[in-house]
């Protein structure tokens, strides 16, 4: 049995907190540089 994409693995609630997580991280990542 081939192995699913990391993607595929993933509920969708869990890559949205991730991908949230991770817009914040660039955002405070940012202001910082501002």
Given at each position: ?34
């Amino acid at each position: 049995m081939p192995k699913k994409p990391l993607i595929d693995q993933l509920h969708h609630e869990d890559s949205w907190r991730l991908f949230r997580i991770l817009a914040e991280f660039v955002e405070g990542f940012d202001t910082l540089l501002c």
